[in-house]
């Protein structure tokens, strides 16, 4: 069982206080929480600084 303690990749929340969603992007795994999943789905530009490669997600139509 391992011991190490993931965080979301927006908010730094750890497991223990937010549930989290694995996900894997470029070969990578990532997490985050489930207050941030909509970001990641909706705004993921807004994540270019914690998610390398973020800013050339393309906008979709529903994006303000």
């Keep these: 069982?391992?011991?190490?303690?993931?965080?979301?990749?927006?908010?730094?929340?750890?497991?223990?206080?937010?549930?989290?969603?694995?996900?894997?992007?470029?070969?990578?795994?990532?997490?985050i929480c489930t207050r941030c999943l909509p970001i990641l789905i909706h705004k993921p530009y807004l994540l270019a600084d914690k998610l390398a490669g973020a800013e050339n997600f393309p906008v979709t139509s529903h994006e303000d």
Aim: charged share 15%; glycine share 4%.
């Design 1 to 31: 069982m391992s011991t190490e303690t993931h965080t979301c990749l927006n908010c730094n929340s750890p497991e223990d206080k937010s549930p989290l969603v694995s996900l894997r992007f470029a070969g990578q795994p990532h997490w």
